[in-house]
């Protein structure tokens, strides 16, 4: 498709495992970001990668959190050591370049910590 | 730290009516960004607001940022079932910090027909 793919669109795992979350953003776009969004809230930022340029890592809300682009495309958000607080959507996002303004967003993938 | 207040949090009208949304703020941003999500999708853009003082209209939807560029709100004219859904405002910070967008926290609207 032409959107931004993400998966799974779906996870449930035991507390204290670890996860990783895909994102395939669409062809052509230079900028990919991660947010968290909790249940019937608001978007919270946690990173974003601009081509070649380090990662804007500002809202990672702890080192159980990384992210890696490789290749200037497919992006993997990694959740070690999960906990039950991290249990949201993850939202992935890409644009044209950074100074774009308008995100297009993927379906999300929905991450339960039991 | 920027923060975009919005309310009403929770919004339920019957079809026919009208509403108005707010985002508000203490800080300025560059411009603003309105954004509609459906259950078990990602948030779709709307409009972007630019210019102090700017109104935009898309068919029954009008924007309107507010002129210090501090807050904007969304109006709704005889909404309809179709509308329901989680609205969001989103800001670019005023030193253009590109998709590092700030996020209210959302109107959950809902439309009974």
């Known amino acids: 498709g032409a959107g931004v793919s993400q998966s799974p669109s779906n996870k449930v795992t035991e507390k204290g495992k670890d996860v990783e979350l895909r994102c395939d953003p669409i062809?052509?776009?230079?900028?990919l970001y991660w947010y968290r969004q909790s249940l019937g809230q608001g978007l919270e930022f946690l990173i974003y990668?601009?081509?070649?340029?380090?990662?804007?890592k500002s809202g990672l809300p702890s080192d159980r959190f990384s992210a890696e682009r490789t290749g200037g495309s497919v992006s993997t958000l990694t959740i070690q050591r999960t906990q039950q607080e991290d249990s949201a959507v993850y939202l992935c996002?890409?644009?044209?370049?950074?100074?774009?303004?308008?995100?297009?967003f993927g379906e999300g993938s929905r991450l339960t910590v039991l | 730290t920027q923060l975009l207040e919005q309310s009403p949090q929770f919004l339920s009208i019957q079809e026919g009516e009208n509403l108005t949304v707010y985002c508000n703020s203490s800080s300025v941003f560059s411009s603003l960004q309105w954004y509609r999500q459906e259950p078990g999708e990602g948030p779709v853009l709307l409009v972007t607001?630019?210019?102090?003082?700017e109104v935009k209209k898309l068919k029954r939807l009008t924007f309107q940022f507010g002129d210090a560029r501090k807050d904007s709100s969304l109006h709704i004219t005889a909404a309809q079932p179709g509308d329901t859904g989680l609205y969001l405002c989103a800001g670019e910070g005023a030193y253009n910090q590109g998709g590092k967008l700030i996020f209210g926290q959302g109107t959950e609207l809902s439309v009974k027909p």
């Open positions: 996002a890409s644009s044209l370049a950074w100074d774009t303004g308008e995100l297009f």
């Open positions: 607001v630019v210019t102090g003082g």
């Open positions: 062809s052509g776009h230079t900028a």
């Open positions: 990668f601009q081509g070649n340029s380090a990662p804007d």
